[in-house]
T-cell receptor, first 112, second 117 residues
């Protein structure tokens, strides 16, 4: 089945230690998104890629970066995680102009 | 700018009773509207969507929603609740025209649906 895959499902990192979360898709969608969802809150868009064009939300901290080496993969890099970055990170994909987004299962990040 | 308001952070219904989850939105342009469900420690699953056309949309698991432009609402209903419906429900909006075809979703704060046996 075509899908969005996120690895790992659970990630523990230390305060200030860089961490990378990965997302892959078999849907061949042009657009990939990263959302942050803190406990009992709604998902919040961090940034998205339309093909290789990167679009950062205005309030996304500089600590968060992203890479998309090809259509299938997208990475979220957190350069120096703080305790406040502990959250569920959701990857999603879509076709342009469809509006509908397909979500992966998420990676829950714990910062110790 | 878009926004979504979900009335009631928690809704409790009895098994077999009607489920009604409320969603109101604001958007300066025609919106795309969505309902997603999230089970604990999982991603979001699309229940249904409205883009254009028929204002009453049917989704998975017996859910449906009606787009009412005059009321700027997109309430989610299910005639008979099942224990497996217990989850977090998010209403979301995207801008149909901007973002170059790639507009992120703006979510409401979510409604936790509790099913009483």
């Amino acid at each position: 089945d075509a899908m969005v895959i996120q690895n790992p499902r659970y990630q523990v990192t230390q305060f200030g230690k860089p961490v990378t979360l990965s997302c892959s898709q078999t849907l061949n969608h042009n657009v990939m998104y990263w959302y942050q969802q803190k406990s009992s809150q709604a998902p919040k868009l961090l940034f998205h890629y339309y093909d290789k064009d990167f679009n950062n939300e205005a309030d996304t901290p500089d600590n968060f970066q992203s890479r998309r080496p090809n259509t299938s993969f997208c990475f979220l890099d957190i350069r120096s995680p703080g305790l406040g970055d502990a959250a569920m990170y959701l990857c999603a994909t879509s076709r342009p102009w469809s509006g509908e987004q397909y979500f992966g299962p998420g990676t829950r990040l714990t910062v110790t | 700018a878009q926004s979504v308001t979900q009335l009631g952070s928690h809704v409790s219904v009895s098994e077999g009773a009607l489920v009604l989850l409320r969603c109101n939105y604001s958007s300066s342009v025609p919106p795309y509207l969505f309902w997603y469900v999230q089970y604990p420690n999982q991603g979001l699953q699309l229940l249904l969507k409205y883009t254009t056309g028929a204002t009453l949309v049917k989704g998975i698991n017996g859910f449906e929603a009606e787009f009412k432009k005059s009321e700027t609402s997109f309430h989610l209903t299910k005639p008979s609740a099942h224990m497996s419906d217990a989850a977090e429900y998010f209403c979301a909006v995207s801008d149909a025209y901007s973002g170059g075809g790639a507009d992120g979703l703006t979510f409401g704060k979510g409604t936790h649906l509790i099913i009483q046996p």
